[in-house]
T-cell receptor, first 112, second 114 residues
Framework: DVKVTQSSRYLVKRTGEKVFLECVQD?????MFWYRQDPGLGLRLIYF???????EKGDIPEGYSVSREKKERFSLILESASTNQTSMYLC???????????FGDGTRLSIL | KQEVTQIPAALSVPEGENLVLNCSFT??????LQWFRQDPGKGLTSLLL?????REQTSGRLNASLDKSSGRSTLYIAASQPGDSATYLC?????????????FGGGTRLMVKP
């Protein structure tokens, strides 16, 4: 079974802090994704990576950056956290194009 | 821009009933369609993926169909059980970002009563 692990289930940070969300997959998948999920807005793609050190912007990249130094790990960085970034963050990976995406359990992030 | 709609938003059925969840999308130029379930406070579990060239996929009591030309997919759940209670999401790949981006529907919240 595919295992996508997000480092924290719950996280509380302060406005202006730099926040790191980590995601690791154990299936040697090429592609990895970061989404956020908000009531009434559904899931929206922030960034995806199709290979090590490669990234593409999704629908809502503003205020975020990503890092993929190793194939199995994809990090989401909130450069200066703001209250409107309070959300559920979901990481996903897939083997390649036209393959199913597999999700982690999510990180519920609160910015105070 | 691709838009995905799921109707109904919520559904309650007695245990044992067969049921159908609906998903529609506005742009038929898709690469694939994926169905997920999400339990409260958890991530998404992949159920089925249908390639654009396929008409249906089956896994156990689940059957998903795809009619690309009409922009519709259905998820059929046979002999529903209380453990099937969850939110079911459909998502399409394409045409945005060459199929690398999934566009999600708002989900159908299913409750199966014992």
């Amino acid at each position: 079974d595919v295992k996508v692990t997000q480092s924290s289930r719950y996280l509380v940070k302060r406005t202006g802090e730099k926040v790191f969300l980590e995601c690791v997959q154990d299936m040697d998948h090429e592609n990895m994704f970061w989404y956020r999920q908000d009531p009434g807005l559904g899931l929206r793609l922030i960034y995806f990576s199709y290979d090590v050190k490669m990234k593409e912007k999704g629908d809502i990249p503003e205020g975020y950056s990503v890092s993929r130094e190793k194939k199995e790990r994809f990090s989401l960085i909130l450069e200066s956290a703001s209250t409107n970034q309070t959300s559920m963050y979901l990481c996903a990976s897939r083997r390649g194009f036209n393959q199913p995406q597999h999700f982690g359990d999510g990180t519920r992030l609160s910015i105070l | 821009k691709q838009e995905v709609t799921q109707i109904p938003a919520a559904l309650s059925v007695p245990e044992g009933e067969n049921l159908v969840l609906n998903c529609s999308f506005t742009d038929s130029a898709i690469y694939n369609l994926q169905w997920f379930r999400q339990d409260p406070g958890k991530g998404l579990t992949s159920l089925l993926l249908i390639q654009s060239s396929q008409r249906e996929q089956t896994s156990g009591r689940l059957n998903a169909s795809l009619d690309k030309s009409s922009g519709r997919s259905t998820l059929y759940i046979a002999a529903s059980q209380p453990g099937d209670s969850a939110t079911y999401l459909c998502a399409v790949a394409g045409p945005n970002n060459a199929g690398n981006m999934l566009t999600f529907g708002g989900g159908t919240r299913l409750m199966v009563k014992p």
